[in-house]
């Protein structure tokens, strides 16, 4: 089936959180644990043995964070559900107190005017799941249809935007590649598993979402240019091994219902016949594309490096931000570009841009974070610029709403335009969160002229 452009409107401003790394209470009211859950429990693995127990708080808060979209003027939220607090086994019995509070949440959004977006997966898998194999069992390819089934029946009367999966590559690369994220695994050859089991789930979702008339159901995957950080012949190489591994591994059998040409080489692992039998049937199975941009790659060639074979090179520390990314703006317009030129004509978002910086903590109802102002301003004229070249993008998403918790590294990553005060849960409105407003409010526009903090009208 071919993309439907009309399920998606003209244009959302709208800012961006995941369950895991926003609600707490992650065993609340009958929830299963997840894999993040027990992984945040195993000493060692997340920076200051931080946990998500708390996180924001905001499966008890979210009334006054929905009040905080409200005073910002987003008119979309994305979010994504907790697949362990519907499902506690991943599939079977349906709980429906974790089922309430979305319910609840959706009502409140809607009463709000903001529009939900819902992700299903953005990482945390049901324990019981993962302990079967997780996403190298394919079984878990029918779960997660169930699963989608069960959460579109509840709310897909109200909720018209729908994501499948949040950036399959990481949870494929982070998991299953360097073993950073849960399950922990340095296996290539079963990663190359894993991400045919994302790309198979995904379709399945789509499909079951368009039988039951959701809205639009879309994928979002994280995209970012890979530029040669050398002149050699094998920094170029490694650049488009780089580019593949990351940029079109799912893009492609989305849209042309096959893997790349130089999937083996990128992998430096050889790919199974019959996933490329079988990954004919995800073509088409998207209405929209969800693209979430933070910086680009600078490689050269490694080949003790795990697959691709590339070293990155660090950028100066003036140019990024804390998590160590570069800023470069001109990269999301040449990601879209990029998308635009090379795939069939399908809407895109912007489902997540955004920085950490280390913000100064409120100081008179404050928080002056003028670099996220700039880096919001930029990035957004590209998307901006991208639309005016008659790039086909319908929406721009920031990450994130809150500080809230950046997985291995914990609570040292502030990306909110509120800041949270974790140990109080005292939200701070930020200057870059009056300058969103602004820019919604003024369709845009504001981008042109400076933005001043306003005295009056916060
Ligand atoms: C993205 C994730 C999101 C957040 C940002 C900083 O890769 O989707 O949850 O952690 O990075």
Not at 161 to 169: A, K, R, S
Not at 220 to 226: A, I, R, T
Not at 391 to 407: A, I, Q, T
Request: aromatic share 12%; with cysteine.
């Amino acid at each position: 089936m071919e993309p439907t452009t009309q399920l998606l409107p003209p244009w959302l401003w709208g800012a961006a959180t995941s369950a895991f790394q926003v609600e707490g209470s992650p065993l609340a009211d009958g929830a299963g644990p997840s894999n993040w859950y027990v992984f945040t429990h195993t000493p060692g693995k997340v920076r200051g043995g931080h946990t998500a127990d708390v996180a924001c708080d905001h499966y008890r808060r979210f009334p006054e964070d929905v009040g905080l979209m409200r005073q910002l003027g987003l008119q979309a939220y994305r979010f994504s559900l907790a697949w362990g607090r519907i499902l506690p086994e991943g599939r079977g019995r349906i709980n429906t107190r974790g089922l309430d509070f979305y319910q609840r949440l959706v009502d409140q959004l809607l009463e709000a005017g903001v529009q939900p977006m819902v992700t299903l997966f953005h990482w945390d898998l049901p324990w019981e799941l993962e302990r079967q194999g997780g996403w190298a069992n394919p079984a878990t390819v029918e779960a997660f249809a169930h699963y989608g089934q069960v959460v579109f029946r509840a709310l897909g009367d109200r909720v018209r935007l729908w994501v499948t999966l949040n950036e399959p590559w990481v949870v494929m690369d982070a998991g299953y590649v360097h073993g950073v994220h849960p399950p922990g695994r340095r296996e290539p050859a079963v990663a190359v598993r894993v991400a045919h089991h994302l790309l198979l789930a995904h379709a399945r979702a789509v499909q079951v979402g368009r039988a039951q008339g959701v809205g639009a159901v879309g994928l979002v995957v994280n995209l970012e240019p890979k530029h040669p950080g050398g002149e050699r012949e094998e920094d170029r190489q490694a650049a488009q091994r780089a580019h593949t591994y990351n940029n079109r591994l799912f893009l492609d059998p989305l849209f042309f219902g096959r893997y790349p040409e130089d999937v083996e080489e990128a992998f430096g692992t050889p790919w199974p016949e019959e996933l490329c039998c079988q990954v004919e049937q995800v073509r088409g199975s998207l209405d929209f594309l969800g693209i979430n941009y933070y910086t680009r790659s600078v490689l050269v060639h490694d080949p003790q490096a795990p697959p691709p074979k590339v070293r990155r090179l660090p950028p100066l520390a003036e140019a990024s931000t804390t998590m160590g990314w570069e800023i470069y703006p001109q990269g999301l317009g040449e990601t879209l570009h990029w998308v635009a030129h090379q795939y069939p004509k399908v809407p895109l978002l912007v489902t997540e841009n955004g920085a950490a910086f280390a913000d100064p903590p409120p100081g008179g109802g404050r928080v002056a974070d003028q670099r996220r102002v700039r880096f919001l301003r930029e990035h957004i004229q590209q998307v901006l610029a991208a639309r005016a070249q008659g790039v086909d993008v319908r929406g721009y998403f920031l990450w994130s709403l809150l500080d809230n918790f950046e997985w291995t590294e914990g609570y040292f990553q502030r990306f909110g335009v509120v800041y949270v005060d974790f140990a109080s849960q005292q939200r701070t409105i930020k200057d870059s969160g009056w300058f969103y407003r602004q820019v919604i409010a003024s369709d845009g526009r504001l981008l042109q002229h400076s933005f001043t903090f306003p005295s009056g009208d916060r």
